[in-house]
């Protein structure tokens, strides 16, 4: 079955392309088809042979792929403006897509609710100073989740001083994708790089502080510890990842950043 507004008068096909030895039997089941009013990573005319080609630009932002509308403006990102990108920098559909964030004043605002989880890919081009990967505020809370020195880091407040927080763990350098996520439950909070718990904490925390508006690549409630180096790929969920979903969603993009 498919959506009503979905054109079927093109055939619809699943094509796979292999030259090496031995060859394999693939079992499908479930294929599901969804209609979505933006562009998304595959698009009509893209080539095979010639890497992705597309019609995405960065007028169109930060797009929110979970269908709930909440795009994000880049905002101070010289070169990322109307109808050119930064040196070095490129944007979906190509393959391995990112923003290169100056560490000055570039960030991109957004809006989340109810948030439990936060994940990114990122690369750094300095470890100095706190480099905000997603930075949120809501009831007068200030939140971030971010890397500094060596370390991933998460930094949380409410209105409880006794419930605040910061727990820090595993290990980059510059030049290297990592893929980092933070995790608070109301009772507890976690940190895993690559795919592995690197940090805890005990903490009955309010969720409601780590929901709201916030910002890609920034603190956002003072306009400063700002990300100096390339972000891809944000998520934010209302609900808690496991560690096998964080694994698997590890896993499953590793290849795509090297």
């Not at 209105?159 to 980059?172: A, K, L, P, V």
């Amino acid at each position: 079955t498919v959506p009503s507004g979905m054109d079927m008068s093109y055939t619809l096909g699943l094509y796979m392309y292999g030259y090496r030895s031995p060859h394999a039997t693939i079992f499908l089941s479930d294929v599901q088809l969804e209609t979505k009013g933006y562009s998304t990573a595959m698009l009509q005319g893209v080539s095979m042979l010639n890497s992705y080609q597309g019609e995405r630009t960065a007028t169109d932002g930060w797009k929110d792929r979970s269908g709930n509308d909440n795009d994000g403006t880049l905002t101070n990102m010289v070169g990322t403006g109307v109808g050119h990108f930064r040196e070095g920098q490129v944007i979906s559909p190509i393959a391995n897509s990112y923003l290169d964030f100056d560490g000055t004043n570039d960030y991109i605002p957004v809006t989340a609710t109810g948030t439990k989880t936060v994940e990114a890919w990122f690369n750094p081009d300095a470890t100095s100073g706190t480099n905000t990967i997603y930075g949120p505020v809501a009831n007068g809370a200030d939140n971030w989740f971010y890397w500094s020195g060596s370390v991933l880091g998460l930094y949380a407040t409410q209105s409880s001083d006794t419930n605040n927080f910061s727990i820090t763990g595993g290990s980059i350098s510059t030049g290297n994708w990592y893929h980092g996520v933070a995790v608070i439950d109301g009772t507890d909070a976690r940190l895993y790089l690559n795919g592995v718990e690197v940090a805890s904490v005990t903490k009955a925390f309010t969720i409601g502080s780590w929901s709201g508006s916030a910002s890609i690549g920034r603190r956002a409630t003072i306009d400063s510890n700002y990300a100096n180096g390339k972000i891809s790929v944000v998520r934010v969920y209302d609900k808690v990842l496991t560690e096998a979903e964080i694994l698997g969603n590890y896993n499953s993009m590793k290849g795509r950043f090297n």
